[in-house]
C-alpha cells in the first residue's frame, strides 16, 4: 500500500507528477468541503506537501511525520509545534539563492535607473520632445543587507559586482565574511545608501525594519524588500514615500500580498513586483525536485536532505 499524502496547496505540475507517482495525494487546497477531507484521510495521512500547516492542522493528523515545504521560508509552518510533536519540516534553500539575488539587483537597477518609468516616457512618445531626467546610480554606494544569510551572501557578491560597499546586519556576526558588521539595525540603515531586507519572516522579525529604522535611511535611502512584507512596516513605509521621508522602495513582497494600498500605485518612487523572487522556470524546478527528495527519503528512512526541523 502506497503512503497516503496531503498536499495543501498547489505545487509546480512537474512536482505534483513526482508526488503522484510515489504517494496517494489528497488535494486540501482543491476540496470543496476541506474539514471533511481532513476527517476522511487523517487516520492514514502520513506526509504533507506544501505550507499553511498550524498546530491544529497538526492535531487533526494523528500519524503525520513529515511537512515537506515548497520554498526557503517556512514561516507559514508552526515549526516549533511540528518539533514538539515529532514531525520533521524541510525546506528548499540554495536552490533559488541565484534567482532571489539576480532579482535583487535587478530592481535596485531599474528603482536607481527608474526603467519603468524610462519604458512609459518612450511608449507614451514624449522623449521628442524632451530627454528623460537624470537618474542615480549603485556605483559607490553602501548597501546594508538586513540578514547575511545562503541568499543575502549572493546578494552580497552581486553588489560588490557593482562596485558597491556592502554591509550587514544580524543576529550574530559572521567573522569569515568580508564585510562590515553592524549589532544595531537603525545604525546600519542610518550609514547606508540601500537597505535589502532578506530576513526570514515570522514574530521574530515583525516590523524589524520600523519607522525608526525607515527614518534612519532617510530622504536619500532606497528600500528593497525581496523577504517577506511582515518585515517591514508598511504603512509608515508608504507615508514616507508619500511625503519624500524615503527616496525610493522596490518592493517584490508586501504585507498582505496580493493584496495592496492603491496608493502605492500614484508613486512614480517605487517599483512593484508580484513575489516572483524565485519565479523562474529552472529554479522552481529545482525546488519541485528537492521536495520529491525530501519525502523520498523520508520514506527510505534515509537522512532527510534539507531539514529545519
Known amino acids: 500500500m502506497t503512503i497516503e499524502l496531503l498536499q495543501t496547496h498547489k505545487l509546480l505540475d512537474s512536482c505534483e507528477a513526482a508526488i503522484a507517482e510515489r504517494f496517494t495525494v489528497h488535494k486540501l487546497h482543491e476540496a470543496e468541503d476541506k474539514e471533511a477531507l481532513i476527517a476522511r484521510v487523517a487516520p492514514n495521512v502520513?506526509?504533507?506537501?506544501?505550507?499553511?500547516?498550524?498546530?491544529?492542522?497538526?492535531?487533526?493528523?494523528?500519524?503525520?511525520?513529515?511537512?515537506?515545504?515548497?520554498?526557503?521560508?517556512?514561516?507559514?509552518?508552526?515549526?516549533?509545534?511540528?518539533?514538539?510533536?515529532?514531525?520533521?519540516?524541510?525546506?528548499?534553500?540554495?536552490?533559488?539563492?541565484?534567482?532571489?539575488a539576480e532579482i535583487t539587483i535587478g530592481l535596485m537597477v531599474a528603482l536607481a535607473r527608474r526603467l519603468p518609468q524610462a519604458d512609459r516616457?518612450?511608449?507614451?512618445?514624449?522623449?521628442?520632445?524632451?530627454?528623460?531626467?537624470?537618474?542615480?546610480?549603485?556605483?559607490?554606494?553602501?548597501?546594508?543587507?538586513?540578514?547575511?544569510?545562503?541568499?543575502?551572501?549572493?546578494?552580497?557578491?552581486r553588489a560588490q559586482a557593482m562596485k558597491m560597499r556592502v554591509v550587514y546586519f544580524g543576529r550574530n556576526e559572521q567573522p569569515s565574511q568580508p564585510y562590515i558588521y553592524y549589532d544595531n539595525l537603525v545604525e546600519m540603515a542610518r550609514d547606508s545608501d540601500w537597505l535589502v531586507v532578506i530576513a526570514p519572516g515570522g514574530k521574530g522579525t515583525e516590523k524589524i525594519v520600523s519607522r525608526e529604522v525607515l527614518e534612519a535611511l532617510g530622504a536619500r535611502g532606497y528600500l528593497v524588500n525581496v523577504a517577506r512584507g511582515t518585515l517591514v512596516d508598511e504603512a509608515a513605509m508608504l507615508e514616507m514615500l508619500q511625503?519624500?521621508?524615503?527616496?525610493?522602495?522596490?518592493?517584490?513582497?508586501?504585507?498582505?500580498?496580493?493584496?495592496?494600498?492603491?496608493?502605492?500605485?500614484?508613486?512614480?518612487?517605487?517599483?512593484?513586483?508580484?513575489?516572483?523572487?524565485?519565479?523562474?522556470?529552472?529554479?522552481?524546478?529545482?525546488?519541485g525536485a528537492l521536495v520529491v527528495a525530501n519525502l523520498d527519503a523520508w520514506a527510505n528512512g534515509d537522512p532527510l536532505p534539507s531539514a529545519v526541523v
Open 46 to 100: 502520513r506526509a504533507i506537501a506544501g505550507g499553511n500547516v498550524d498546530a491544529a492542522l497538526m492535531d487533526k493528523l494523528p500519524k503525520l511525520e513529515i511537512i515537506a515545504n515548497f520554498g526557503v521560508g517556512y514561516d507559514s509552518i508552526d515549526a516549533k509545534a511540528a518539533k514538539a510533536r515529532n514531525i520533521r519540516v524541510t525546506n528548499t534553500p540554495d536552490v533559488l539563492n541565484d534567482a532571489m
Open 243 to 287: 511625503n519624500g521621508g524615503l527616496a525610493g522602495a522596490a518592493l517584490d513582497v508586501f504585507e498582505k500580498e496580493p493584496q495592496m494600498s492603491d496608493a502605492f500605485f500614484a508613486l512614480e518612487n517605487v517599483v512593484l513586483s508580484p513575489h516572483q523572487g524565485s519565479a523562474t522556470h529552472q529554479t522552481r524546478q529545482a525546488m
Open 121 to 157: 516616457y518612450v511608449r507614451e512618445g514624449r522623449w521628442p520632445s524632451a530627454n528623460f531626467p537624470l537618474q542615480s546610480e549603485l556605483t559607490g554606494k553602501t548597501v546594508g543587507i538586513l540578514g547575511l544569510g545562503r541568499i543575502g551572501k549572493e546578494i552580497a557578491i
